[in-house]
């Protein structure tokens, strides 16, 4: 069983916490940077980037996130967790860290899209979208594990993996157990 850290400042992590936990892992809610010591992995939920942001700072996080990530522990961000990781972000530009060498456009799947579900274009995983950024560019060290309509939704870079949907709020459970493993088993999802 690992241990594994959501950070809960805003938006939607408690889904996140109920996978995890589903999944047979201890979980932690993160808001201080003594939370993330003697973690096995972190989650960067959705919600909104730029709140995301300025709650980092007022609670003095950022350092302890960026060393986090460079520990080379497994990282999982989705949506607006992405968009504070990408590389480079747009429409609206804002800063961001850089963990994943991606630039990401914001809500770009316009109004009537604004959230929307679908399935991945490799079959199978179900997708939910809710104000998605869409990945714009992939740096070479990026690998593409799943797209829709050949955008990029699914990435990884070393330890890092980010997903511009939220299959947190999906049943299938892939993305967390790929990224995180099995925990001590309980209440495993049966066998279709
Ligand atoms: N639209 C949000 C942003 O730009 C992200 C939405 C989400 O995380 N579901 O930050």
């Given at each position: 069983?690992?241990?594994?850290?959501?950070?809960?400042?805003?938006g939607g992590f408690a889904?996140?916490?109920?996978?995890?936990?589903?999944l047979g892992h201890r979980t932690v809610q993160v808001r201080t940077a003594e939370a993330l010591n003697g973690l096995d992995g972190l989650i960067l939920p959705g919600g909104e980037s730029t709140t995301h942001l300025k709650l980092i700072?007022?609670?003095?996080?950022?350092?302890?996130?960026e060393s986090f990530v460079a520990s080379g522990r497994p990282v999982l961000a989705t949506c607006?967790?992405?968009i504070l990781a990408a590389r480079q972000v747009t429409a609206p530009s804002q800063p961001s860290f850089g963990w994943i060498d991606i630039a990401v456009?914001?809500?770009?799947y316009g109004r009537q899209l604004d959230s929307f579900e679908s399935v991945a274009d490799e079959g199978e995983l179900p997708l939910?979208?809710?104000?998605?950024?869409?990945?714009?560019?992939?740096?070479?060290?990026?690998?593409?594990l799943a797209t829709l309509n050949g955008d990029p939704i699914l990435?990884?870079?070393?330890?890092?993996?980010?997903?511009t949907f939220h299959p947190e709020l999906t049943d299938?459970?892939?993305?967390?157990?790929?990224?995180?493993?099995?925990?001590?088993?309980?209440?495993?999802?049966?066998a279709a």
């Open positions: 069983m690992a241990c594994i850290g959501v950070m809960s400042l805003q889904a996140h916490i109920a996978r995890l936990q589903e700072d007022r609670y003095h996080l950022r350092s302890s996130l607006a967790g992405l456009a914001r809500n770009a939910v979208f809710i104000r998605a950024p869409r990945i714009v560019e992939v740096g070479k060290q990026v690998e593409v990435v990884r870079q070393d330890n890092f993996t980010g997903a299938d459970w892939r993305v967390h157990r790929q990224v995180f493993g099995e925990g001590c088993g309980v209440e495993l999802k049966p």
